[in-house]
């Protein structure tokens, strides 16, 4: 009950993250707040006009380019 998830999220680093979220979402200061503990490398990327759920189901809304591209610069 008391583990809370982005305690040690600094310790992620030196490898990138790249948090998504939506402009709407209501998990926004979750996200905001892993993305302000989180250590460089690291990328915030808003979704216009979405929510949470958004980003699970609305083809259109999902950033694949964002993700193909955030991918390919960091799987080398």
């Known amino acids: 009950m008391n583990f809370y998830p982005f305690?040690?999220?600094e310790t992620i680093s030196p490898r990138p993250m790249l948090f998504i979220m939506g402009e709407k979402a209501h998990s926004r200061p979750?996200?905001?707040d892993?993305?302000?503990?989180a250590a460089e490398p690291k990328e915030l990327f808003i979704v216009k006009n979405a929510g949470h759920f958004?980003?699970?189901d609305k083809i259109d809304l999902i950033p694949f380019d964002k993700l193909e591209a955030f991918f390919r610069?960091?799987?080398?």
């Open 7 to 9: 305690n040690d999220i």
């Open 30 to 32: 979750f996200s905001e």
């Open 34 to 37: 892993a993305y302000a503990r």
């Open 54 to 56: 958004d980003l699970y």
């Open 73 to 76: 610069n960091n799987l080398k």
